[in-house]
């Protein structure tokens, strides 16, 4: 089974520019969460898709915002980008099935996003 | 809120030395305990997990205990190897309105010197 793809691995944007990072999670999961990684705030939760509806969200600003689409692959935007948006930004994906104790999630390779 | 606190390394042990990552948690609710290990240049992998208290996971010589009473979940190994050397995440998740949203410690870096 293959595991979770995100194109592209590498981004480099300038300020006040958008960006849109793919995801691809493992087929059958249903469950797309996405996460920001800096050396300075560490891992933090953006937010997740199941069924294309947004199921939770992260403290971070309307610029960052996502999708998901039928067939459970999802894209994160971000607009008029920030000098502080240069992260690796990490798609996680899982069968999301409600009322279990925990819900594995399966981790992409991640996007460097740097923005200049 | 939610939060997870751990050691802060770097570590760097010799190859067949014991290790130990403390982690502490906080947490509303019930939550499900795990570490993740990111080797350079990777996404994160799930190392091992344990759901509810006394529970140990334990996975390639990796071991945890959840405790609640002390909410913690150390990480040990009893020998490590070069192999080993990675950055290590303890997380928790507490179920809510069916989301299972990571929250992460700040992660520890492990370098083991043959």
């Known amino acids: 089974k293959a595991g979770v793809t995100q194109t592209p691995r590498y981004l480099i944007k300038t300020r006040g520019q958008q960006v849109t990072l793919s995801c691809s999670p493992i087929?059958?999961?249903?469950?797309v969460s996405w996460y920001q990684q800096t050396p300075g705030q560490g891992l933090q939760f953006l937010f997740e898709y199941f069924s294309e509806t947004q199921r939770n969200k992260g403290n971070f600003p309307g610029r960052f915002s996502g999708r998901q689409f039928s067939n459970s692959r999802s894209e994160m935007n971000v607009s008029t980008l920030e000098l502080g948006d240069s992260a690796l930004y990490l798609c996680?994906?899982?069968?999301?099935?409600?009322?279990?104790?925990?819900?594995?999630?399966?981790f992409g390779p991640g996007t460097r996003l740097t923005v200049l | 809120g939610n939060s997870v606190t751990q050691m802060e390394g770097p570590v760097t042990l010799s190859e067949e030395a014991f290790l130990t990552i403390n982690c502490t948690y906080t947490?509303?609710?019930?939550?499900?305990l795990f570490w993740y290990v990111q080797y350079p240049g990777e996404g994160l992998q799930l190392l091992l997990k344990a759901t509810k208290a006394d529970d140990k996971g334990s996975n390639k010589g990796f071991e945890a205990t959840y405790r609640k009473e002390t909410t913690s979940f150390h990480l040990e190994k009893g020998s490590v190897q070069v192999s080993d050397s990675a950055v290590y995440f303890c997380a928790l998740s507490v179920p809510g309105a069916g989301s299972y949203q990571l929250t992460f410690g700040k992660g520890t870096k492990l370098s083991v010197i043959p």
């Open positions: 947490a509303t609710g019930y939550p499900s």
């Open positions: 087929s059958g999961h249903r469950s």
């Open positions: 996680a994906s899982s069968l999301g099935a409600s009322g279990d104790a925990y819900n594995e999630q399966f």
